[in-house]
């Protein structure tokens, strides 16, 4: 299983990623956003860290990076592709998912483990995960508070929400303001998702958490070899 | 040459921050009147801040040598062997100045230079840290800086990808018109990625990569850095430069490539003056001369002039030096990384600096000449006539405190308070290495890939090096040896940041001497060597000097590191609760105690102990290596009662101690630990503390939803668990909020 992991000028979680998705069992390449073909890899990861700067707007250039185009191609043929905090930035920016994002309700950035309840199972990032599930995932943005138009079009794809330790959602357990505590969404088909906590920091215990592991193997496992 | 700050009609030098002895060396030096250019250059280098003009008699006391350093001071970092081909490259840094003027910019650009620091030896930079000290946040103007400077190094550390994994805040009034902000950088490499900032031979070309030079940033190693503040600073933020973490990003992983592919021969990263240094620092240590073309260099801005050029410190700049044949392959690198390069220099035999501008002449000085020639003063020294008094003024106290009350308002205390509001905006998580993560007494870092765990510990007490600067100095040493010992490293070596008053007065250079004393005495005995640091003088306010404010970073090795590192917040029901170190612990001078309870700051704090704090080390080391007690925490601020605190609030449970007095509760003397003790290891530990004949106290157990103190008089007390940790996480949210 071969995934590549994009690298935008800025981006600054491709390392980690490309470590978790060996974990998890793939081949991860690191793919520098000028490249405009795709094809041979089984899976795309748009991974954390300040794509051109963030500056206009969180992915808002990266949009226009020439992988970009091919991103799209790949995900329209049914590839996984999975954004992780900036990287689900930038695939709302290019329209492959709904929404957009906020600073925090609290004007400062958040660095911390918190808490997720998984809501959906039929995505390339929950699969393997449970309903009702609560996982503790580190938390790393400044504009992390999703909002989308209309919350409530998006039953079904919201993957995941932030919650307390017992799975509780409510106001208190929303670290960001996110909209209806919203932390991990997907497209209709359940293909391409994007989560703004990061499951590949929760991969080892002395790392304090292996929560992420079952995203990552959803998402691992979701991978088809490329046909040739 | 117009002057970018002050219009006033004094000399163009002493406008430059040139004393009248110094312009008339350097006249000497070139055997003629400096160019405009040529005056520029001398001010920004023989500034106090890049000579080390008035620290250098000095800092020849500080061990430097050990069979591990690799590159000691004297280069951008300092490099340690860590075994099987790694290095470890470490260095600090103070923007004290620049982050008062403009706190934001301030902090973010000091984070910046010291990466620069470290991936200019061909490091990866792993991890930063932070010293920050403020004064009172009851302040609104303290509250602004205190965001803003947390603000900008989260600004910028995070963006530019690196984690910062804490450090150390503190609050004292003797900082409200001087803040101090000190950045520490940790970089990884192996041994062939060295890069030392060198120029070559001749032939090599000098290429200037990164940001374009603009006016930012002009004499910011002169006239800020370099002199002391009054209400007029405020017209100085034009000296301060703008930070771009993006550019940085690219920058160092642009550099790293040229590294790995062994395409350059030296580097030098563009800090205080700018391109003055980048080209004559490089030179004058490889013995040879450079021709420069400022016409070359890309700008941010049309019609500077060659002064402007020359002191610039626009950030985010390297400047590479290569041998013809790999520029192309260089300049290919910088292409796909998407940065600017300029080639804007060419190495030379003969030592002479010669700088174009418009196609003539501007500069023509011996490259040496610029640091190597810089002036050494000598500054008189002498004993402040106030210490004696001082010494005698112990506080005197009418009533014993309640311990519960003052125990709470200890935890209430900034300086001792839970300091989540501000790691917790820091991403302290990137690149999957933070085994211990901020709030604990060390950071603990994995090298992936091998058995080597990386501990650093960074440590600073004004109040203790005001009251007797020599002890000050050498108990931070021993405090940050002890806290990297406890997660199971081997001290293995310091940096230390020299924060002081204006060294033209005698006391000040005399806290200066004594404070290099103490910690070359205790490096001596840990056999950490000092391989690189950072003077900071003229913190001083209208006339108002800073506490004596060195700041130590240590850095300790655990190869292999334990599997389960002793925490912070390990401790459980049922765990005994014993003390490490001496019994006869009742000094209070310079304590949290007496600042925060009596208001007071007085008295001599107590003589650290070489055996002790060598025995108590080996105890915390083979503590952890062994997986003896899980749970541990070094006693300072606020004594074994708020160590005690801290370790009960952190792991949510309670605990109950047996005490005589209490100011055996809240004294801070040096070389003790806390450690909660599961019954099944309790012989091996009192073996482990006999063998370094370390003194054990075992003060009570862990348990219940109180912290108790006993000692079967009126003076036993109970503080409630939540109300202590309400307290202790509220501290500095409550006072932020409060504005």
């Not at chain 2, 999957?432 to 091998?450: C, F, M, Q, W, Y």
């Amino acid at each position: 299983m071969k995934a590549a992991v994009v690298v935008f000028p800025g981006t600054n979680c491709e390392h980690d990623v490309a470590w978790a998705l060996g974990i998890a069992g793939a081949d991860a390449h690191l793919v520098w956003h000028r490249e405009t073909d795709l094809s041979d890899f089984d899976g795309i990861v748009l991974p954390g860290g300040f794509a051109h700067g963030d500056y206009l707007r969180t992915g808002a250039i990266a949009r226009f990076s020439p992988i970009m185009d091919e991103v799209k191609r790949r995900a329209e043929e049914g590839v996984p592709v999975l954004g992780i905090c900036n990287g689900f930035q930038v695939l709302c920016e290019a329209h492959l998912l709904p929404g957009a994002f906020h600073q925090n309700r609290d004007l400062t950035f958040i660095c911390r483990p918190i808490h997720l309840r998984v809501e959906d199972t039929d995505s390339i990032l929950t699969r393997a995960a449970e309903v009702g599930q609560v996982l503790t995932i580190p938390l790393n943005s400044y504009e992390g508070n999703f909002t989308v138009h209309d919350p409530a079009a998006m039953r079904g794809r919201v993957l995941a929400r932030y919650a307390d330790a017992t799975g509780s959602v409510d106001d208190e357990s929303n670290p960001n303001g996110s909209v209806d505590n919203i932390a991990a969404i997907s497209n209709p088909a359940g293909n391409v998702a994007g989560i703004m906590p990061h499951p590949e920091r929760a991969v080892e215990e002395i790392l304090g958490s292996v929560d992420g592991l079952v995203l990552m193997r959803s998402f691992v496992e979701s991978m088809e070899p490329a046909r040739v | 040459m117009s002057d970018p700050v002050d219009p006033d009609e004094e000399p163009v030098h002493r406008l430059l921050g040139l004393t009248d002895e110094e312009f008339e060396t350097i006249g000497g030096i070139l055997g003629r009147s400096p160019s405009d250019a040529e005056l520029a250059m001398y001010s920004v280098m023989w500034s106090e801040h890049c000579s080390y003009k008035s620290s250098r008699p000095h800092l020849g006391r500080f061990p430097t040598q050990a069979p591990w350093v690799v590159v000691g001071p004297g280069e951008n970092a300092g490099v340690v062997d860590l075994g099987d081909g790694w290095l470890a490259a470490l260095r600090i840094e103070s923007h004290n100045h620049p982050s008062f003027v403009e706190p934001y910019q301030g902090a973010a650009t000091g984070v910046g230079g010291i990466l620069r620091d470290v991936f200019t030896m061909g490091a990866r930079p792993i991890a930063l840290w932070n010293q920050i000290r403020f004064g009172s946040l009851d302040d609104a103007h303290n509250r602004y800086l205190f965001s803003g400077v947390v603000a900008g190094i989260a600004g910028y550390g995070n963006a530019v990808g690196v984690p910062t994994l804490g450090g150390e805040i503190a609050f004292e009034e003797c900082y409200t018109g001087n803040p101090l902000v000190n950045v520490m950088c940790l970089g990884v490499l192996r041994r062939e990625q060295l890069v030392l900032g060198t120029a070559g031979t001749e032939g090599s070309v000098a290429v200037l990569l990164g940001n374009a030079t603009g006016r930012d940033g002009i004499g910011g190693a002169s006239v800020l850095a370099s002199a002391s503040f009054d209400e007029t600073s405020g017209t100085k933020r034009p000296s301060v430069q703008v930070g771009d973490p993006f550019e940085e990003k690219k920058l160092i992983e642009a550099c790293l490539e040229l590294y790995d592919k062994g395409l350059v021969v030296g580097v030098q990263d563009l800090g205080a003056a700018g391109l003055s240094c980048a080209c004559s620092e490089p030179a004058a240590r490889a013995g040879m001369g450079m021709d420069v073309d400022l016409d070359a260099v890309h700008t941010r801005e049309p019609d500077m002039t060659a002064p402007e050029l020359l002191m610039s410190e626009s950030q985010e700049r390297m400047m590479a030096f290569v041998a013809p044949d790999r520029l192309e392959a260089v300049l290919e690198v910088a292409r796909r990384w998407e940065i600017d390069a300029a080639v804007v220099g060419t190495v030379t035999t003969g030592g002479t600096l010669t700088v174009r501008h418009n196609g003539e002449v501007v500069a023509e000085l011996p490259a040496d000449s610029l640091s190597e020639a810089a002036p050494v003063y000598k500054r008189p020294t002498g004993e402040p006539i106030w210490l004696a008094g001082l010494w005698n003024n112990t506080m005197d106290l009418l009533t014993p405190p309640s311990v519960d009350e003052a125990l709470l308002r200890l935890l209430d205390d900034p300086s001792i308070a839970d300091a989540r509001w501000v790691y917790e905006q820091y991403d302290h998580m990137l690149f999957l290495n933070t085994v211990i993560e901020p709030g604990h007494d060390a950071s603990l870092i994995r090298i992936k890939g091998t058995s080597k765990g990386l501990a650093v510990s960074t440590d600073g007490n004004g109040r203790h090096c005001y009251l007797d600067p020599r002890r000050g100095g050498a108990r931070l040493v021993y405090e940050a040896g002890l806290n990297v010992a406890l997660t199971g490293a081997e001290p293995m070596a310091v940096v230390d940041n020299l924060n002081f008053g204006n060294p033209e007065k005698p006391e000040v250079m005399w806290q200066f001497r004594e404070t290099i004393e103490g910690i070359s005495e205790a490096c001596e005995v840990l056999s950490t060597p000092v391989i690189g640091g950072n003077v900071s003088f003229y913190n001083e306010t209208d006339g108002n000097d800073i506490f004596p404010t060195p700041v130590i970073g240590l850095l300790g090795l655990a190869d292999p590191m334990p599997a389960h590192p002793p925490r912070l917040d390990g401790a459980r029901a049922g765990m005994e609760l014993w003390m490490f170190g001496s019994q006869r612990s009742r000094n209070l001078a310079g304590s949290a105690f007496e600042k925060v309870i009596a208001g007071h700051v007085g008295g001599r704090p107590s003589a650290p102990d070489a055996v002790m704090a060598r025995g108590v080390i080996e105890v915390a080391i083979h503590n952890a290596r062994l997986g003896l007690a899980p749970a541990v925490h070094d006693i300072s601020d606020g004594g074994a009662a708020v160590a005690i605190a801290e370790m009960c609030i952190r792991s949510g449970v309670g605990a109950t101690v047996q005490f005589t007095d209490w100011v055996g509760l809240f004294a801070e003397n040096p070389h003790r630990f806390i450690a909660a003790v599961p019954a099944d290891v309790a012989s091996d530990l009192e073996t482990l503390a006999a063998r370094w004949d370390v003194p054990v106290t075992r003060l009570g157990h862990f348990g219940g939803t109180e912290i108790r103190f006993e000692n079967g008089g009126p003076e036993s007390a109970s503080v409630g668990l939540a109300e202590a940790t309400e307290r202790w996480r509220e501290a500095i949210p409550r006072r932020l909020a409060g504005g």
